[in-house]
């Protein structure tokens, strides 16, 4: 005995939002080989996603949101569809990702210090400690020069 499942279709506009990514984001995604060619409806003509689409643009999301390029990305969509032979291109990726986050989440620590000793400084200035904010003030020029030398003030 078969039985007969039916297939859940999606329309572009429902699959934006049930991924996160704006209508005009998955256009360009199928575009330049990000995400695989997307079935379409046999009248219509327009996008029809499934399921498997859906599941194959959640992990894209994923990787966006990490702030991987649209090459990376590209890169792994493809290297994923290869298999286990292209698992060490895949570590590489991710790794490479992985130190990018790292250095970003540094570079965001730095700019927090330097907010917040800019707070202070203002504060001292508000209370009329000018030594305080002499002090402050020095700290975060030290600050702001290391923020120069590592990146992105």
């Not at 569809?81 to 130190?99: C, I, K, M, N, S």
């Not at 210090?113 to 402050?136: C, M, N, P, Q, T």
């Amino acid at each position: 005995m078969s039985s007969l499942v039916a297939r859940r279709e999606y329309t572009i506009k429902e699959a934006a939002a049930l991924t996160g990514l704006s209508a005009s984001t998955l256009r360009y995604y199928e575009s330049i080989g990000v995400i695989a060619p997307v079935g379409r409806g046999a009248t219509s003509g327009h996008r029809v996603y499934d399921e498997e689409d859906l599941d194959q643009i959640m992990w894209v999301a994923c990787l966006a949101a990490t702030g991987m390029s649209v090459s990376d990305m590209r890169q792994y969509v493809k290297n994923g569809r290869v298999g286990p032979a292209a698992a060490g291109e895949q570590v590489e990726l991710l790794t490479h990702q992985q130190r990018r986050l790292v250095c970003e989440a540094e570079q965001l620590v730095l700019r927090q210090r330097y907010v917040a000793l800019k707070i202070d400084y203002w504060s001292a200035v508000a209370a009329g400690d000018d030594a305080r904010a002499e002090l402050i003030s020095g700290e975060a020029r030290t600050l702001a020069d290391e923020l120069k030398r590592t990146g992105k003030p």
